[in-house]
């Protein structure tokens, strides 16, 4: 299917500082409608607002799906590159079984993002900030009733977006919720879903009113074992392993979860995928067993954990700053996506020219 391009007449110039997150977006987006069972009409239109029936499914069901990514630019030559795209792709139609929603093929979901991406070319800006790349998917049948779509919306919105560190590296201070749950086994965990994330925005609100930076989610069946975080996947750091839930049907499966954790092969390190005891963690914390804990994500790269707020008390991870090896992988990630590293080389998608 060819891609049709519509010009935006009036696009705005770039911004030249302070991105901040998900506040600027380019003057394109693509979009492709399914309609007759089958993808129609992928084009890239001027960025604007959609006109929605109010009867529309998504607005009702919440029949939705999203995916985040990063595009940066290289300093050397100026190219644009894309990180681990073919991972997003896939985490996308994932979501989109579990969700009922028409899978969008790879090939046409990449080319989508290379013609957006090389048609907003000059809004990458330059590295460490990045160009944020939001693929979303929306049920339009205007009919009420509880029953999946027959029509459908893909659309691809990007923008830049400062670095997480631009403030400086702050180790987070979070709290380990044991009310509230974010996903149970056979749920929706494991999509990237709209709904995953509303049924967070209160128990992370009430944390940040105590004074935490996001929560720690535990496992819903139990609430023994440490799950994830509100938009990161999260790791312990011991002396002779690392370990983090495994990717079953609970937890987002990060593409930074996966790229962290093939770094930490890569070192001959112990990267273990088994259910961490919060219990244990948090006696080992007062140990000093437990020598760092980090989160992990497409926003935040590679951040330290500081404190763990736990049945009433903060606990210290080591002395409470930045250990060494979340400060090595940090390092090692953020020259991969910046295009001045030569390892995984296959984890770097170069834009063509438009
Ligand atoms: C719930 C959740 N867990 C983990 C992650 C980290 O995933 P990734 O590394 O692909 O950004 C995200 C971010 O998208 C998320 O929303």
Redesign the pocket.
Known sequence: MDIQITRNPNPATPPKSNFGFGQTFTPHMFVMDYVDGAWKDPRIVPYGPFSIDPAAKVLHYGQEIFE??KAYKKAEDGSVHMFRPD??IR?FNISCDRMRMPRVDADLFLEALEKLIATDRDWVPESPNALYIRPTMISTQPTLGVKASTTYTFFVIIGPVGSYFAGGINPLKLRVEEKYV?SAPGGTGYA?TGG??AAALLPIDLAQEAGYDNIVWLDARTMKYVE??????IMFVYEDKIITAPAGDT?????????VGQLLKDMDLNWVEEHPSIAEIIEDAHSGKLKEVFA????AVVTPVGIMHYQGHDHQIADGGEGPLTLKLRELLCAIHAGESGLHPEWIHVVPEA
């Open positions: 985040g990514m991972k997003n985490r974010r990237k995953n994330y994830e975080m509100g938009a990161m996947n937890i987002l499966d990060g593409v930074t979860r996966d790229s992990c994500g497409t926003a």
